[in-house]
């Protein structure tokens, strides 16, 4: 399983992998097949197409009430403002967590227009509710970014580039304005939605390209994100396996599922059941034919790096599993 906390480098690496396949024309087409599948599944009641049905009325609230929870989901240092009688939101990102961690990797380079997909994926579902999104991205190497979203053919008179967080606090006290002002230590980074994410990049990757590129680009991927634990495991053993792997249950809150019993020689893995699956299916989503390739691939790549080698007992419809690691 790839935690949620960690599916920002697969989003990146499979931006870089869909360019260097078949260039920029892939990437648009696989963020459009997100728009579609994640964002406007009408199936997922946390999706922000269910929340704009739910408000039809006045669907900027909708929209309000999705990213409130998202931003929050995500642990963003974000100030946010919704001016209700003029029906517009201003938001100032001053510091995105999923960019700040890619850009803290050293190993991993993001991928050149990674924040562009925030444009391209929600537009066509606000443009279905009459609304219209700027982004200002001159900052976004930074982790940072401006966006402003208004109904369509109504924007307000707001220079979006130089606005101020002061700005809008005074704008605040008028009537009709509520303002939302989110410091990264106020929520834990713990966004269940990602599963979705990665789920769809391997879903997309299986019905284009076929099995074999699914399992090479987790293989490579593996190879490419993991590098530091595959190395902590050349110099300390099996058990830096283990404390990953409990790092990881622990990271999503569920570290009661994972089973470990180490030797000398062997790491035993016991999953009571797949957390990412379990969250799939709790917004109506079953996981693709692909998602699999978490577990088989992602640990027989892991091991290959590592100079072990792999056996996996069984998957089960939950993601119950059972794998060794075993030394040669």
């Given amino acids: 399983m790839i935690s ?7 989003y990146s690496e499979f931006f870089r992998f869909l360019e260097e396949r078949e260039g920029r024309d892939a990437v648009m087409r696989y963020w459009h097949y997100i728009s579609g599948r994640n964002v406007g599944n009408r199936t997922n009641p946390n999706s922000l197409i269910s929340h704009l049905e739910q408000h039809r009325d006045n669907p900027m609230l909708g929209a309000w009430e999705y990213w409130r929870r998202t931003l929050a989901e995500e642990a963003s240092d974000t100030i946010r403002l919704y001016n ?9 990102m001053r510091h995105c967590p999923s960019r700040g961690r890619l850009n803290a990797l050293e ?13 391209v994926v929600y537009a066509p579902v606000l ?25 369509k053919g109504h924007r307000p008179d707001i220079d979006l580039a130089s606005i101020t967080d002061d700005d809008m606090r005074r704008m605040a006290q008028e009537e009709g304005v509520e303002l939302i002002d989110l ?19 391997l879903r997309f990757c ?9 399992r090479q680009f987790v293989a490579d991927f593996t190879k490419r994100y993991y590098a530091p634990q595959i ?6 053993g099996l058990v830096a396996i283990r404390e990953w792997l409990e790092a990881v249950y622990a990271a999503e809150e569920a570290s009661e599922v ?21 969250y799939m299916r709790s917004v109506n989503r079953e996981p693709s034919p692909w998602y699999i390739e978490q577990t088989r691939t992602l640990y027989a790549a892991f091991a290959e790096g590592a100079g072990l080698d792999f056996k996996l007992d069984y998957f089960e419809d939950d993601g119950k599993t059972q794998f060794h690691f075993i030394k040669k």
Avoid: W
């Fill in 84 to 92: 209700s009688k003029e029906n517009y939101t201003i938001s100032h």
């Fill in 206 to 214: 299986g019905e284009n390209y076929g099995d074999e590129v699914v």
């Fill in 231 to 236: 190395e902590d495991c050349k110099a300390r």
């Fill in 258 to 278: 994972l089973h470990t019993d180490l030797s000398d020689n062997e790491l035993t893995v016991r999953i009571d059941h797949c957390p990412a699956i379990a």
């Fill in 127 to 151: 443009e279905q509710y009459g609304l219209t999104s700027e982004r200002d991205h001159s900052k976004v190497a930074n982790a940072e970014c401006r966006s402003l979203m208004y109904v």
């Fill in 107 to 119: 190993h991993i380079e993001p991928y050149y227009d990674y924040c562009e997909h925030c444009s």
């Fill in 183 to 201: 410091q990264a230590e106020d929520n834990k980074y713990l966004h269940r939605g990602f599963h979705l994410s990665s789920d769809t990049a």
């Fill in 4 to 10: 949620c906390t960690e599916f920002i480098p697969l």
